[in-house]
């Protein structure tokens, strides 16, 4: 029962260990006269008892928290009786699922008793681990907290040791970003060797046909296996360049006249009106594009005489490209409002106009920072998936036609991750290939915006 409580527990104990030490450097600060014969304030013997007990305390919660249900899976199975003892990983998980079911109440009628039982056993091995894992969290926070408030004294460099551990918190907060992306592009690498195992990358990377259904059985029909990744990389790159076409224009001339032109109330509204856009769900949009956009462009196609598909490339880029308008304009406008005063009236004491200075002075300050915002656009635009699911399709066309059908690279990987499937198929491998391209992709922009960034920097600090 207390395991349910632990966590909060945990917090009220800390609490009272930082004001146990609060209250005793307080005590100490009296006999001797006065808190300024302390090394540090009260609150920091405070924080330090605190501390003591409440890092180590969570440490152990949240290591039992990620390694418990293996803990317990692994010990139940070990102790399956014959019965029920399988050869599978995969039914092993399915008996291990029943019995989760019957320990909370959701078992099928009609099951194995035998299941009952072991039920029973996975519960009772699941309460003593708790149970142990409680007391030792309990027990560690009473003796840290205690040795803490004993040691408790005017010379004690409490400010220090309260500092050092949040800046080694702070430390380790910083170096979960660096990991998380460390553990992303190692699980994506990995499985995508895996998949060029299969497939030679050669035939991933210039292949003209991609149909990624697997046979399953030696009858099966409907079943190429072609992983020839191009007609999605010419879907990606067309849709994208559409959208960029619609928005940097658009957004980088708004934020110049926003930021050089309009006057001050007009900005105070419009700017928020136009950020609105970047706040709308893409599912809207995608209704947006394939009720009204792709109708349209269809109807307007027939008029004219061309023959427009019902899922157009087309529409989805126009619909992407008013979706990142923001991306482009609010940025630009920031950077572009950030110029120093002193460069407008430096130009404009040489003569030179408005649209001179804008062009010749503000525009070449400020483009670090536009690039920045048009590579950030570029980024939203190849990520897109909702839209192009709903505008574009599903089909793999290799056409440089923005009026047919195509598809994208993710909207392929969530294609291809959907539903129950074989993490061992080169059908579900290819999702984690597409993944790494993307990801280089990514940080090829992001090299040429440093570039950027770096080239024109110095010319204006």
């Not at 104990?13 to 146990?20: E, G, I």
């Not at 013997?45 to 290591?63: D, R």
């Amino acid at each position: 029962m207390i395991y349910s409580f632990l966590f909060p527990l945990i917090l009220l104990l800390a609490a009272a260990a930082f004001w146990l030490g609060y209250s005793r450097s307080l005590k100490i600060a009296d006999n001797l006269g006065g808190i300024k014969n302390l090394h540090s304030l009260p609150r920091h013997y405070g924080m330090m008892t605190a501390l003591a007990g409440l890092l180590p305390a969570l440490l152990i919660y949240l290591i039992w928290v990620s390694v418990q249900t293996g803990v317990v899976d692994a010990r139940i199975i070990s102790e399956l009786p014959e019965s029920l003892k399988v050869e599978t990983k995969g039914q092993n998980a399915l008996l291990l699922n029943d019995i989760k079911n019957t320990v909370a109440g959701r078992g099928s009628i009609g099951h194995d008793p035998a299941i009952d039982e072991v039920a029973q056993r996975y519960k009772q091995i699941r309460d003593n681990y708790r149970m142990v894992v409680s007391a030792v969290i309990l027990l560690l926070m009473a003796g840290l907290t205690t040795y803490s408030y004993r040691a408790i004294s005017n010379t004690l460099r409490a400010r220090n040791i309260v500092e050092g551990i949040i800046k080694t918190v702070l430390m380790l907060c910083s170096a979960v970003a660096i990991l998380t992306t460390l553990g992303i592009v190692l699980s994506v690498l990995f499985e995508s060797i895996r998949f060029f195992r299969i497939i030679p990358i050669r035939d991933f990377l210039f292949g003209l046909s991609w149909s990624p259904q697997m046979a399953i059985r030696a009858d099966q029909v409907g079943s190429s296996g072609a992983f020839g990744a191009i007609p999605i990389f010419a879907g990606t790159f067309m849709i994208a360049s559409i959208a960029m076409m619609v928005a940097i224009p658009v957004g980088l001339l708004s934020a110049i006249y926003l930021s050089e032109f309009a006057n001050k109330k007009f900005r105070t509204v419009a700017k928020p009106l136009l950020e609105i856009l970047a706040g709308i769900p893409t599912v809207v949009y995608g209704f947006f594009a394939a009720l009204t956009v792709a109708p349209l462009i269809r109807d307007a196609g027939g008029f004219i005489g061309l023959s427009v598909a019902s899922e157009s490339a087309l529409a989805a880029g126009l619909v992407m490209g008013i979706m990142i308008i923001p991306f482009v304009s609010s940025l630009s406008d920031d950077v572009i409002h950030a110029v120093p005063q002193a460069l407008r009236d430096g130009s404009y004491g040489l003569g030179a106009t408005k649209f001179e200075t804008v062009r010749y002075v503000i525009f070449p300050a400020a483009l670090p920072g536009i690039v920045g915002g048009i590579l950030l656009a570029v980024s939203r635009a190849v990520g897109e998936t909702m839209i192009v699911v709903m505008a574009a399709g599903l089909a793999a066309n290799l056409t440089a036609n923005p009026l047919e059908a195509v598809t994208t690279v993710t909207v392929q990987i969530v294609t291809l991750l959907v539903g129950d499937q074989e993490f061992d198929s080169p059908k579900t491998l290819a999702a984690f290939a597409l993944g790494l391209i993307l990801f280089i992709f990514t940080l090829c922009l992001n090299a040429i915006a440093l570039y950027v960034v770096r080239k024109y920097r110095e010319q204006y600090e």
